[in-house]
Structure formats: structure tokens, C-alpha cells
């Protein structure tokens, strides 16, 4: 049996049906069966598989885009794999049928619905600015059958547009149906370019909104500034959870080579402090160990002197008796810090020398006894 996928707007989901009976190819615009009547759509793949029809998706309406809120839905029960197993209870269910291949006037009504959209865009863009709601118009969607018109909206509270569904209704004489979306869902739906240069993800090849969190930016280590990490419709980028599975598997590997790293750093730097310290601590030992070979070398020439500068005999040295007038020289020499020269036997004693202040001050004293004597003669003089 050959399946076909078939996808009924750009950039909406695949759904596959049975072509028993019907021969398509990849590109051709087919009359399918949906639950709201019969869909317009266009194959974009085919595939051949064995035995019966195996459980499959119910299409939705044509008109019906997949949005944010009715993703998970859509994904687990309109759209299963043809190798999935029935549900618990159920023997069997048979894929939708594709009707026929669009024919000229098929595709001719396609497009007068297309001119309806547009028509019935302006008029509703035009009631919404005279009632003035706040809701922001999107898209409108006509089923092929042109008997439903879908108007998509976007507002960030709830609207009462019930005078405007009656007004809709009374000019188009259609089924109105009104669907509040939110940003991400107007981003697909408008489209645009996202910050890499190319066209938005959501509007381009995704199907579903996957859920994004910050903890996706902060393990892949972004910069976590809004503008870089937000898309145009102001959410976090549905490109943060492509690579953030792999991310999170390396992570761990890596945070236990970082922890390996770190550890490894730490030692060695420990190991260079210690080897620092055991170095200071040889240099300060052997320092201090010169240190005291130098005094100890001091000490002993000063002893060599000692001993060279006392009596030659082996005796006791002889007292000397000391005049009175050496003995004021030596305190005084004792007093100024000086040590007063030792006068060998036999050697007569050299005159005691002045100290300079000393000196100073008798020559002072001299200066103010002349003064004196000068001032007391022009005195007597002068009477």
C-alpha cells in the first residue's frame, strides 16, 4: 500500500493518507478527506508499505494551522508513526483517503478563496479599528468548501468580539470562527528573518513548539542578554534547544575533566609554595650560620689583640700609680665616650688636650671680658 503525505498550507504538518486507488506523485495538489469536509492540500511525499492500513492520523480541517497550544495534542493524537501500535482497546483504524486529484476548476476555487481571504481581512481589520478592540488582526483561513472562514487574532487579554463574529457573519454569510493566538504563533504565521540571517525556524521547516528555558542558554554558556537570546517574536530562540541534548551530555564529562584540572592546578601550586618556603627557610639557616661563624671570627682576633697588647712577662702586670690630674683625663675621656690612651712605663705623658666646646667657651668667655673692659673705658671717658 503507498502512503502519501500530504501538507495542506506552507510550512503546516505532514499528514499521511491512502492513495488506494488514486496515483499522485510528489507535487501534485489533491482533493483529500478531513473532518471539517474536504481539504485541499499537496503531497510532498510518498512511501510504500506492506500489509493493511495502519493506524494513522486524523487530518484536521483545512484551515486549521498547528499552534502552540494544541501542539502536544496534534503530535500524539493526530499524527502517529505507520509503525505504531494500536491504542489499548482497539483493533484497527484505516488512514483517510485521498478523493481525487485537484482539477482545474478545484484549483480555480482555491484561489477565489484566497481573493475571499483577502476581502474578508480588510473588512475585519476595518470593524476592529471602528469598535476599536484591542486585538491585532492576523490571518484569515477559508475552507475549501468556502462554508468556515477562520479569523486568527493576537491580544495579550481576553476580547469580547461577539457583535463583531455577528457582524462578520451577517456580511460574509459564512461560518465564523474566532482563534486567539500567541506571539510565537503570529511569528509563524507573518514570518521574517531571525538574527542569523535566514528565515525564522517556526516559519520555515519546524512543526512544533518545543519548550525553551533559560537553563538551555546558561548550560551552553550564551551571553544571557535579552536581545541576543530572544527572537522577533520576543521569546527565547527555538534554536537554544538544538544542540542543548549534546550539551548536556559533554557538560558532564567536561565538568569532571574541569574539577580533574582545577584539583591538579591547586596541588601544583601548593607543591610550589612548599618548595618556597623549604628554600627561604635553607637561606635563612645558612645566613644565620655565616652570621655567627663572622662573630666568632671577631671574637677571636679581638682576643689575639688583647692577648698581644698585655705584658710580656707571664706575671701579674705591675701597678702604676696614676696623678691625679691623668686620672681627671680619663674620666673625662670616659665620660665622652673616649677610651684615653694607655701610656707605656717609662714614656712621659703627653699634655691633656682641650675638648673643642670646651675650647669654644673660654674663647667666648674672653670675647665678653674685652667687651666689657671697652664699654667700662668709653664710659669714663665720656664723663
Given at each position: ?26 507535487g501534485d495538489k489533491v482533493i483529500v478527506e478531513s473532518d471539517r469536509g474536504p481539504g485541499f492540500a499537496r ?217 580533574a584540572a582545577i584539583r591538579e592546578k591547586r596541588e601544583g601550586e601548593e607543591r610550589r609554595i612548599t618548595e ?108
Open positions: 500500500m503507498k502512503i502519501a503525505g500530504v501538507r495542506f498550507k506552507e510550512n503546516w504538518k505532514v499528514y499521511d493518507f491512502d492513495t488506494t486507488g488514486v496515483e499522485v506523485s510528489v503531497v510532498v511525499r510518498l512511501k510504500q508499505v506492506e500489509g493493511p492500513a495502519a493506524p494513522l492520523s486524523e487530518p484536521q480541517e483545512a484551515t486549521a494551522p498547528v499552534l502552540e497550544e494544541e501542539a502536544l495534542e496534534v503530535e500524539e493524537k493526530e499524527v502517529v508513526s505507520p509503525d505504531a501500535p494500536l491504542p489499548a482497546g482497539q483493533t484497527e483504524r484505516t488512514l483517510r483517503k485521498i478523493v481525487r486529484k485537484a482539477t482545474e476548476e478545484d484549483i480555480k476555487k482555491e484561489e477565489k478563496n484566497r481573493e475571499h481571504e483577502a476581502e474578508a481581512f480588510k473588512a475585519c481589520q476595518d470593524l476592529i479599528t471602528e469598535r476599536e478592540l484591542p486585538m491585532k488582526l492576523i490571518r484569515v483561513e477559508y475552507s475549501f468548501d468556502a462554508s468556515r472562514a477562520v479569523f486568527f487574532f493576537f491580544s495579550e487579554s481576553r476580547v469580547d468580539f461577539r457583535e463583531l463574529v455577528k457582524e462578520l457573519a451577517y456580511t460574509f454569510k459564512v461560518r465564523i470562527e474566532m482563534r486567539q493566538i500567541g506571539v510565537r504563533d503570529v511569528a509563524r504565521l507573518v514570518g521574517g528573518y531571525g538574527p542569523c540571517g535566514r528565515d525564522l525556524c517556526c516559519s520555515s521547516f519546524l512543526k512544533n513548539f518545543e519548550p525553551v528555558s533559560i537553563r538551555m542558554a546558561k548550560k551552553q554558556e550564551m551571553v544571557l542578554n535579552p536581545a541576543k537570546i530572544s527572537g522577533v517574536c520576543g521569546r527565547l530562540l527555538c534554536c537554544l534547544s538544538y544542540e542543548y541534548a549534546f550539551y548536556d551530555d559533554i557538560k558532564k564529562d567536561i565538568a569532571g575533566l574541569r574539577d618556597e618556603q623549604r628554600e627561604a627557610e635553607a637561606r635563612r639557616v645558612s645566613e644565620e650560620k655565616k652570621r655567627q661563624e663572622e662573630r666568632k671570627q671577631r671574637e677571636d682576633s679581638r682576643r689575639e689583640k688583647q692577648k698581644d697588647a698585655g705584658p710580656k712577662g707571664g706575671g701579674r702586670p705591675e701597678k702604676r700609680t696614676v696623678a691625679p690630674q691623668d686620672k681627671k683625663g680619663q674620666a673625662h675621656a670616659g665620660r665622652s665616650g673616649e677610651r684615653a690612651p694607655q701610656v707605656k712605663q717609662g714614656e712621659q705623658q703627653p699634655q691633656q688636650q682641650k675638648p673643642a666646646q670646651q675650647q669654644q667657651d673660654e674663647k667666648g668667655a674672653q670675647g665678653k671680658r674685652k667687651r666689657r673692659f671697652w664699654r667700662r673705658k668709653r664710659k669714663k671717658q665720656g664723663e
